[in-house]
């Protein structure tokens, strides 16, 4: 046995021994590297027997290393893209298996047991964003489980510079005494004006508090920004926090009015209203800004002005990426299958590479058009915005061709 298994093995021998037998231990077993010169199947097989016969209950599922160019948790990557190297252990121990990594829906926890990828599925985002997943979904109430995105900006990115954690979906989140939700002392009649995401969600905390709730948006559907970004390739998720809120509004009795532009005479009648309207794009004072062939992204992502082979995309921050990202796809969205995840991002499904890298690498699809980003900075692209691209999303964008 290698001599860092060796190391391994004793910890959780001596764990036993003073444990006793009745204790649970569960060891977090790397099954997929994602860096050169990693761990090989047989190679992980073998510290998996290792650590069975030295006394484990049960092994749980790692995936990548923080060195790791592949995302393994983001938004981009697919659901239960990962229960498959979960599954290349079965038969190889008797103890249980644990799966992990982008689980976020009952159903697809379900269909990975259902497989037989796994005995156990383990989550932990989801629940920052719906306290009450297990609950609904024990329910039959998972249409009413706020769906964690996968975006990592409250919860990851904030633990790692220190600070309390919480979920961009759920600001509740390891906030509940500080923003408890109680009936309202006295009911009142309120106007929302905008049904993006901050007027979704103040249309439906104020109507599980007691209040009487209008909505209106002169739009046809629910949403505002987010119907733009959730048709960025890796974005597909944001149509679960659309459905969580179409759903929330109905079980609470909001008022939605659609298509509907409010004046002040029509506001009039309500105790108070809120302003939710969303913010419009900032136009640059650049010489030429007013020629034909400039676009903004609300041309090109919403309204579908069509784009030439040839693009210079001015500023490189989250919006910039985006729109590089959308006009770079190539045919149908693939965001959800697992396959070509897979083969877009150079891993052995086979894993018989070390590290479960390819031997061919990223097999990124040629992007129809040659895209060039544009910023006035000197950093490094994206920095500043939520999160930057990386790995090779981040080559594509840069100058895709």
Not at 84 to 107: C, E, F, Y
């Amino acid at each position: 046995m290698p001599g860092a298994c060796v190391f391994a093995v004793e910890v959780v021998k001596a764990v036993r021994q003073r444990a006793g037998h009745d204790f649970i231990i569960i060891y977090r077993l790397s099954m997929l590297d994602l860096v050169n010169d990693g761990s090989t199947l047989a190679e992980v097989t073998e510290l998996a027997k290792a650590i069975e016969a030295a006394g484990a209950t049960i092994i749980n599922t790692g995936i990548g290393w923080h060195e790791a160019r592949i995302p393994t948790i983001a938004t981009p990557v697919p659901r239960g893209a990962f229960s498959w190297v979960t599954r290349k252990l079965k038969g190889a121990v008797s103890i249980p298996l644990i799966t992990t990594n982008r689980i976020n829906d009952p159903q697809v926890a379900e269909d990975i047991l259902a497989r037989g990828d796994a005995d156990m599925v383990s989550m932990a985002r989801p629940f920052l964003a719906d306290a009450e997943f297990i609950s609904k979904a024990q329910d039959d109430r998972a249409d009413q489980i706020n769906t964690c995105i996968g975006c990592n900006q409250a919860c990851l990115d904030r633990i790692f510079v220190g600070k309390v954690t919480s979920c961009l979906v759920n600001p509740r989140a390891c906030h509940e005494t500080l923003m408890p939700v109680l009936p309202a002392n006295a009911p009142k009649r309120l106007a929302v004006v905008g049904a993006g995401p901050a007027g979704l969600a103040f249309a439906v905390n104020a109507a599980a508090r007691g209040h009487h709730v209008t909505l209106f948006d002169a739009l046809p559907e629910i949403g505002g920004q987010f119907n733009i970004a959730k048709q960025i390739p890796g974005k597909e998720e944001f149509h679960e926090t659309l459905r969580y809120y179409r759903t929330m509004l109905d079980l609470h009795g909001v008022d939605l009015r659609l298509n509907t532009r409010v004046t002040a005479d029509d506001l009039l009648a309500f105790d108070e209203t809120i302003l939710a309207t969303g913010i419009a794009p900032r136009l640059p004072a650049i010489d030429g800004i007013d020629h034909p062939k400039v676009l903004s992204y609300l041309d090109v992502l919403r309204d579908k002005a069509p784009v030439g082979a040839k693009v210079a995309i001015i500023g490189c921050g989250g919006i910039g990426f985006d729109t590089a990202m959308f006009l770079s796809q190539s045919g149908a969205a693939t965001g959800q299958d697992i396959g070509e995840f897979c083969r877009e991002w150079g891993i052995d499904t086979s894993l018989q590479t070390a590290g479960g890298l390819s031997a061919e690498g990223p097999q990124l699809s040629k992007s129809p058009r040659q895209i060039v980003m544009l910023q006035r900075k000197a950093s490094k692209p994206a920095k500043g915005s939520a999160k930057p691209p990386a790995g090779s999303t981040a080559r594509r964008c840069w100058r895709a061709g």
